[in-house]
């Protein structure tokens, strides 16, 4: 008659190892997800030690040596893998350290404190694979479902492993019929599902993840890193669906003499030259304020809040700035124009304000280039188009 226990243990070694196999295959797949390559790992190591376990009979120091290594060292890589998702330094030793304490000698013990040792070793790296996570989640740009629902249940896991680790003194087993004991079958049972859905979970989390930062990507203007007019179009939708503001202001840019630039000197001194200027406006723009490249070499900043002062005085800061700043590319041909519009107590219409300023733009480059102009503030209730006034 086959014995249940060892059954068990090789059906969760196999189990283990697809899991391994699926979270490898899917990071070769997209080898950008490093946690991945961790936590096929995890899987492939715990899988390892439920081989040891089903051996137990013919070779107890085995599992119990071994076996038990492999289970902290499964659970060390669940910590690591989850500081690799959350872009920390890998510090390996840390996660190794558990079962080599276990090996240097914590496995001589009985098997209450085994089980208590080994239950209290796995809960501190699952403590540790929650927490991060769960700091993971406080920045709202990072916010992912599944990094919070897979966070709780790493964390009842250490929480109920923390427990098993209080209560193994109370548990009625010993070596003799430990394989046959009714907390192997219950731990095994418990494992069993914790294992299957983090695996899910984990599998999730990175894909969920990698979808998110290619929308982000998609947002964004490889040359400048700034907002690309997709993302200013966004803004615009949502900021149909905002309550008014006290002010906001406007400000569309176009570098000068562009095309000049382009053909004179290259299209690789004109990628500088656009990256000089998102470089520059974003130093002299607030961490509120949203800059966006909305153009070849047409930019855009929505302020908010912002008076005519504050918007005239930023623009200015930005086109003397951009001056100093470019001035050793194109032999100093690179300016900007400035086009300013505000709009107070009212909700933003940003693709009306944005046609307005850009009025304004193209009286600055009939000008002479090189300026600032505004189209004086509009408040609730006003209609039709906006003065200008040149500045």
Known sequence: MIELAPTLFLFGAFMLSLLGVFLYAIWRGDEEAQELWWWSAVFATAGAAALT????????????????????????????????????????????????????????????????????????????????????????????????????????????????????????????SFLTSPYLKARFLELSGFVAILGFL??????????????????????????????????????????????????VFDLDNFKYINDRFGHAEGDRVLAVFGATATRNTRSSDMLARIGGEEFVAILSPADRTSALAIAERIRSAFIHDAAHLADGAATVSVGVTVLEDATPDLAAMTRVADDALYRAKAEGRNRVI????????????????AR
């Not at 004086?376 to 039709?384: I, S, Y």
């Open 53 to 176: 376990y089903a051996f137990r009979n013919e070779a107890e120091w085995l599992s119990i040596i071994f076996g038990n290594a492999l289970n902290m060292w499964s659970c060390g890589l669940l910590w690591t893998g989850v500081v690799v998702f959350v872009e920390k330094p890998v510090r390996l030793p840390l996660a190794l350290l558990g079962g080599a304490i276990w090996i240097a000698g914590l496995w001589r013990m009985g098997i209450h404190m085994r089980i208590a040792e080994t239950a209290a070793i796995s809960a501190v790296y699952e403590a540790a694979a929650a927490w991060e996570l769960f700091r993971y989640n406080r920045i709202r740009e990072q916010r992912l479902v599944s990094s919070r629902v897979t966070a709780w249940i790493i964390a009842l896991q250490a929480a109920l492993d923390f427990a098993l680790a209080v209560a193994a003194p109370f548990l009625v087993v010993d070596n003799e």
């Open 202 to 251: 984990v599998a999730t989390l990175s894909k969920e993840r990698l979808a998110k930062r290619r929308e982000v990507a998609a947002m964004i203007d490889p040359l400048t890193g700034l907002p690309n007019r997709r993302a200013f179009e966004r803004a615009v939708e949502r900021a149909k669906r905002s309550a008014p503001a006290p002010s906001t202001a406007v400000l």
């Open 374 to 389: 505004f189209a004086g503030a509009q408040r609730r209730g006003d209609a039709g188009i906006l003065s200008v006034t």
